[in-house]
């Protein structure tokens, strides 16, 4: 774990650092994006990326384990202005080579600088300036800058180190215990027994993957997951390729109609939970046959979308299961021992290798220390402004994608808000905004950040209470339907009172 305090120490003097209009917190797919609409929208921005690790793409560079891929289709988890034109699930060498061609394309290198890991951001309302601290993770040296506004594309899990929970005995195993956010490079599972608990998308990439090899791999789950299954090839663009249409027409059109058929999609599975689970559920049936009972295993006790539905491309993971190189166990962990995991019903799994596909440390603010004119900044008691900004916090957005729908989708229109913020601002000479309640808000119920029966996975519901609240009107809430945001986000009147100009 690397885990850097901020200093209390106080901010250097002016002349100690660079200062920068914008200063974007992270080199991930929202971070690059972020640069992109900068350079297109507000050319002539002065603006740097800081990014902790020692290169760009963020969970596409943090995360190695075998397969690793990604769970949405890169129609839309690419961005809008640059055509994808592969096949929809890639893997992560794939999404980082796209990175890279957006990064060299548009000339945002020296934009960049990396092994700059931001432990302190400090406000200070007389300046109208963020002073940030940063660590270099290469040199050990401490280093300052200002900004007028600050982007936050840190993402929402910490990058050094995944979740594990803590079973007893586990430092009795004798085995190796792995999380797949820290893959060692030397690890060789060539005809190991392997138990990987967690049965989310991670787990339905990892099973496949080291199936080939291994000597037998289980699948360790508390409860079932839902997953979506299908080819890795999306018809609709391979005809429009047939026919020469031009890749940023295809772009554009797949896009349309991926995000279509998911948004139907996801309304049914509110308004027709059972019929929608039946559709999934009968999905898994195709790949595993008649005879493979699925009820113990397959069938979630949740309606469809509660959690990310996994998708496992020309159904992978159960072509694994199938020819039996993998298995499921659908139980509880009672305790670990020198040989593998006693589970709660008597049985238990003798491993080699236990991997704990088990999520992540929620990661609020990149974990930096933020100071409001000198006061700790609390965020769990501040109101999102749909999900960006944050009531009492100035000149600050932060980029949280879709859960339902994929990430980039949100992170290109909170792009948008901010180069036309950007803009409003400049046009009304103002160096600050920071949004407020306004009266008709006053006594407005708060509620924690995102409903738990919508949406309840683990990294969030541990950190809920550290997250800003929302409310009980459209402003004041995170709203995680891309249908509606499309249209709401460019239609937000900058004018509103819920923005204050200074
Ligand atoms: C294995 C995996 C697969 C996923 N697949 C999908 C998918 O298919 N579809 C989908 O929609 N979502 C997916 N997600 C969610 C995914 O994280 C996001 O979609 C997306 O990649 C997030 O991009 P980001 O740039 O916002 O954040 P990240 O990718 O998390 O990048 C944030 C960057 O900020 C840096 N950073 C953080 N704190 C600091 C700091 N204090 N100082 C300096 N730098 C800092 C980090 O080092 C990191 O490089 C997946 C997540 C994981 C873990």
Not at 11 to 19: D, G, K, S, V
Not at 210 to 219: C, F, R, S, V
Not at 283 to 288: A, F, I, P, Y
Not at 323 to 333: L, Y
């Amino acid at each position: 774990m690397n885990h850097i305090a901020a200093t209390t120490q106080s901010a250097p003097t002016q002349a100690a650092t660079e200062h920068f209009d914008v200063l974007i917190v992270g080199a991930g797919i929202s971070g690059i994006g972020g640069a992109w609409h900068l350079t297109h929208q507000r050319p002539g921005t002065r603006f740097v990326v800081l990014e902790a690790q020692d290169s760009f793409g963020g969970t596409w560079w943090t995360h190695r384990y075998p397969g690793i891929r990604s769970d949405s289709d890169l129609y839309t988890f690419g961005y809008r202005f640059k055509p994808w034109t592969s096949a929809p699930i890639a893997t992560a060498a794939e999404i980082r080579s796209y990175l890279g061609e957006v990064i060299d394309e548009n000339g945002l290198t020296d934009h960049i600088r990396y092994h700059h890991k931001i432990v302190a951001a400090r406000w200070s309302t007389p300046d109208a300036t963020w002073t940030i601290e940063a660590i270099r993770s290469d040199t050990g040296d401490k280093i300052w800058f200002t900004a007028g506004f600050l982007w936050m594309c840190q993402g929402y899990y910490r990058h050094d180190e995944g979740y594990t929970p803590d079973w007893p005995g586990m430092a009795e195993f004798q085995g190796r215990i792995i999380h797949p956010q820290s893959w060692p490079e030397d690890l060789d599972y060539e005809a190991k027994r392997v138990v990987v608990i967690g049965s989310g998308a991670t787990a339905a990439t990892l099973i496949p993957a080291m199936a080939e090899t291994a000597g037998h791999i289980t699948m360790l789950q508390r409860s079932p997951t839902f997953f979506r299954t299908g080819r890795n090839a999306i018809q609709l663009a391979d005809e429009l390729r047939d026919l020469d249409v031009d890749e940023t027409w295809i772009h554009e059109i797949v896009r349309r109609r991926i995000m279509r058929d998911s948004d139907i999609f996801t309304r049914r599975t509110f308004t027709e939970p059972d019929k929608t689970r039946e559709e999934l559920l009968s999905g898994v049936r195709q790949h595993l046959g008649p005879d493979f009972d699925i009820s113990p295993h397959f069938t979630p006790s949740y309606r469809p979308w509660r959690q990310r539905i996994a998708y496992v491309p020309d159904g992978d993971l159960f072509r694994a299961i199938r020819s039996g190189k993998a298995s499921v166990v659908t139980d509880e962990i009672e305790r670990f021992d020198e040989a593998g995991i006693v589970l709660k019903s008597g049985a238990r799994l003798d491993a080699d290798i236990i991997v704990t596909a088990t999520g992540f440390h929620l990661s609020v603010l990149g974990d930096i220390a933020f100071f409001i004119d000198d006061a700790p900044l609390a965020f769990g008691d501040t109101v999102t402004y749909r999900g960006m900004m944050f009531t009492g916090v100035p000149n600050m957005v932060w980029v949280f994608g879709y859960l339902r729908a994929a990430w980039t989708l949100r992170a290109d229109l909170v792009s948008d808000f901010v180069c036309r913020l950007l803009g409003h601002m400049q046009q009304k000479q103002a160096r600050l905004v920071v949004p407020q309640l306004r009266p008709e808000d006053e006594g407005m119920a708060l509620l924690p950040w995102i409903d738990p029966e919508s949406f309840n996975p683990g990294y969030l519901m541990r950190g809920l209470h550290m997250l800003p609240k929302r409310g009980d009107k459209p402003e004041w809430q995170h709203n995680q339907d891309h249908w509606v945001e499309k249209d709401a986000l460019p239609a937000i009147d900058l004018d509103d009172p819920a923005f204050r100009y200074g």
